[in-house]
């Protein structure tokens, strides 16, 4: 099983890529947001206790996510792999991933990481709320903090993939193809 952590800031390509990638090595994505909606939506007891959280505006534990790509794995047994897009955001998660993957007896392949500047993040998600009409990708300020967010809490996840080495910086600049072609060398590397 080909499992893949799709790893990069707000607006590095991730969307774009990961659906390249799913296509190409029939992987199921894996979104933890999608997730959590799609259990609230069919009102498992995952999804009921992690909509009781929201809606108190408190985070759902990680024992809750875990949870639910658990069940993502259970239902997707013949899966040729999954890419995390989104999970894990801290040490605490990735190691509770591994477990959950070696209990499963399969484990991460590598983390992909799109290596993109801050400037030109800032002017692809400026350019992307254009077209979105989302709120938080029109304001250069929101997108700042986002971008200051994920360098100050998310980045260091990296140092924990770098540790088993299995981190793999990819240039995020230059065209889809390009950075496709440098994703698919890592992963078949």
């Known amino acids: 099983m080909r499992n893949i952590v799709l790893f990069g800031p707000p607006g590095a390509g ?17 979104s ?9 939506s069919a009102g498992t007891a995952l999804g009921l206790e992690a909509k009781g959280l929201m809606d108190k505006g408190l985070l759902v534990p ?7 790509i658990a069940a993502k ?3 997707n047994t ?14 605490a998660q990735a190691a509770a991933l591994d ?15 799109l290596e993109v500047s801050n400037e030109e993040l800032m002017k692809r998600l400026l350019l992307r709320g254009k077209d979105s009409g989302r709120a938080d990708d029109q304001n250069p300020e929101i997108i700042g903090k986002r971008i200051e967010e ?25 065209s889809v193809d390009e950075i496709f072609d440098a ?3 890592a992963i078949n590397g």
Request: hydrophobic fraction near 40%; include cysteine.
């Open 183 to 185: 994703l698919c060398i």
């Open 73 to 75: 794995l259970d239902a």
């Open 62 to 68: 990680d024992e809750v996510v875990i949870g639910m």
């Open 150 to 174: 994920y360098n100050a809490k998310t980045k260091p996840v990296a140092a924990y993939y770098q540790a088993q080495g299995k981190l793999k910086n990819i240039p995020g600049m230059g």
């Open 78 to 91: 013949n899966a040729a792999g999954f890419i995390f897009d989104g999970f894990p955001r801290t040490h």
């Open 32 to 40: 933890t947001g999608d997730l959590l909606r799609s259990e609230i």
């Open 14 to 30: 991730k969307g774009t890529q990961s659906s390249k990638l799913i296509s190409k090595y029939q992987l199921i994505h894996l």
């Open 99 to 113: 477990a959950l993957l070696e209990e499963k007896h399969t484990n991460i392949q590598v983390m992909l990481s």
